[in-house]
């Protein structure tokens, strides 16, 4: 049995603004769920009313297969991290992490264990001491995820936590959380905009957009096999190319070159005779020059990226715009033609209506 369901779970704020629709999930104990979209999509809304600090309009919430709509924040054993982190300013970093069993009147002797346990799990042992301003950004976040951890709760929500750390505190808070939720085994909710972190924390990725579920998978589903044209374009860095083009005799013409579509869907490109379609590809997923079993074409390079372990290279292609991926070997001349294959595997076809995939 999953341990937590959302089950058509809808918030209609009072104001009338329908934030979240229908949102269906089943968590098992001890996954790490990472719900990613764009601002305002409704990912907080949604961990709010798991948390209780947000009624659920419409819908049933269970934990471990009980109803717990109407339960209370503290009733449903979680333990939120939020974006800010919340610390007390006149507490040290001992008594913040101290504070929630303390008022739970918890034994001082099982206190002073949890501290320090929690405290060496975190790397803070040597700041128990030390006011909340004393600490750099990354470990006040350390504090508020101890925070959270030292309650040895069901279930951990995260909104947003490293969003206040510098691009390197996060990427070794991303690994640090990762470890804590190894070692913990509880059930986590975190939400982030940022699908990098969606990426490489995630044991299963929500991707949200205007307060609907788009997809839910593991990492290499939502980056593999999106749904929709909204998935391939959030998850993947640089974004995946997309170009419009109609289907004339199976065919769509890219850059001069014509492209036989049948070779990626089979015939039901037939389908799609006379009208447009979307063909995707990533950056990444291209091969310089003429290769079998793949679409060659050309476009002229605009700029150029050098980031070190590779490069992006922005092209035109009749006025349409893509990013290819190389290695810092590969990086052509500005102002010259580059030539590329896609292989067809990796071509995603989109119906440029529904822009749903075409499988
Ligand atoms: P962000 O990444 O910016 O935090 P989010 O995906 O977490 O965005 P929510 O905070 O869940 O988005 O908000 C979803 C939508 O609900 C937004 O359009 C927001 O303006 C709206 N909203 C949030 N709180 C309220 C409220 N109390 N009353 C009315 N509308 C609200």
């Given at each position: 049995m999953a341990y937590l369901t959302l089950r058509n779970i809808n918030k209609i704020y009072p104001n009338g603004f329908h934030a979240v629709h229908d949102f269906n999930l089943e968590a098992e104990r001890g996954e790490f769920i990472v719900f990613v979209g764009p601002s305002g999509c409704g990912k907080s809304t949604t961990l709010r009313m798991i948390a209780g600090l947000e009624d659920i309009s419409k819908g049933e919430f269970l934990i471990n297969g009980q109803l717990?709509?109407?339960?209370?924040p503290r009733e449903r054993e979680v333990a939120m991290v939020f974006q800010s982190y919340a610390l007390y300013p006149n507490m040290t970093v001992y008594d913040n992490l101290a504070f929630g069993l303390n008022l739970q009147g918890v034994d001082e002797d099982v206190i002073e264990e949890r501290v320090q346990k929690t405290a060496k799990i975190l790397g803070l042992t040597d700041y128990l001491d030390r006011m909340p301003r004393e600490c750099s950004g990354g470990q006040r976040q350390r504090v508020a995820v101890g925070r959270s951890i030292?309650?040895?709760?069901?279930v951990f929500l995260m909104d947003e936590?490293?969003?206040?750390?510098?691009a390197k505190q996060r990427v070794t808070m991303r690994s640090e959380i990762t470890q804590i939720h190894r070692e913990t085994g509880a059930t986590t909710i975190y939400v982030t905009h940022d699908q990098t972190e969606a990426m490489t924390m995630a044991d299963r990725i929500v991707v949200m957009k205007n307060g609907y579920v788009q997809q839910v998978g593991t990492p290499k589903e939502v980056y593999f096999n999106p749904v929709n044209m909204f998935v391939a374009g959030f998850i993947g860095e640089p974004p995946m190319n997309f170009i419009r083009r109609k289907v004339k005799d199976g065919c769509i013409v890219i850059g001069g070159a014509s492209f036989d579509l049948s070779k990626c869907i089979g015939e039901k490109i037939a389908g799609y005779e006379g009208q447009e379609i979307v063909f995707g590809f990533r950056p990444e997923a291209i091969a310089l020059g003429a290769q079998e079993n793949a679409f060659t074409t050309a476009g002229m390079v605009e700029l150029t990226e050098m980031l070190g372990d590779n490069a992006n290279v922005y092209i035109d292609i009749d006025d349409d715009k893509s990013i290819l991926k190389v290695t810092p070997h590969e990086i052509p001349e500005m102002d010259t033609e580059v030539t590329f294959s896609i292989p067809y595997e990796s071509v995603y076809l989109f119906?440029?209506?529904?822009e749903m995939v075409i499988k």
């Open positions: 717990a709509n109407n339960l209370g030292i309650r040895k709760v069901g936590p490293l969003s206040n750390l510098d119906d440029a209506k529904t």
